[in-house]
């Protein structure tokens, strides 16, 4: 008889505006830490030595991963762009820097805020207190992961029930 499977590791795909010194702070410093504490496996594709088409390798990983977070930060396309592709199969944690959440008159191009079509959505704001933003995320992703780790649960009850038969 077999016996009982380990959990994987859950999967968190992070979609962020790339070479940006306060958001790859936040990455490095915040998220990354935060959830390597839940062991949550995290991602961002230019942390990736990889020799594929980047659109390709995103989808990958996309694809692969149990929840997204889409920082809002700088309002990249490409960011928007996978979180809508994921939110489509998976959930998605927003998050902005907390001076985003406001029209600015300086900010013609809109780059500045989360665009009108995400500000209903929960947006948790860094920039104030670590402290509070890794805490918040924790509870967050505390929140969207028990249903994904059901789902896992039942997989490999039935993969371990299918082995026994």
Not at 100 to 112: T, V, Y
């Amino acid at each position: 008889m077999a016996g009982p499977r380990s959990l994987r590791q859950l999967r968190c795909f992070v979609a962020s505006a790339f070479g940006k010194s306060d958001v790859d702070r936040v990455f490095s410093k915040l998220v990354k830490p935060t959830l390597k504490k839940m062991r949550v496996v995290v991602s961002r594709v230019d942390r990736i030595n990889h020799n594929d088409d980047i659109d390709d390798k995103i989808l990958e990983l996309l694809n692969k991963a149990d929840f997204c977070i889409a920082d809002l930060t700088y309002a990249r396309p490409s960011v928007y762009y996978e979180a809508g592709y994921a939110i489509a199969s998976k959930p998605v944690i927003f998050v902005a820097r907390k001076d985003h959440f406001k029209a600015r008159d300086n900010d013609l191009e809109g780059n500045l805020r989360v665009h009108f079509d995400l500000q209903m959505k929960n947006v948790i704001p860094w920039g104030n207190s670590d402290k509070v933003f890794c805490k918040t995320l924790q509870k967050r992703v505390g929140l969207i992961s028990k249903p994904i780790l059901k789902s896992i649960s039942a997989v490999n009850e039935r993969e371990t029930d299918e082995e026994a038969f």
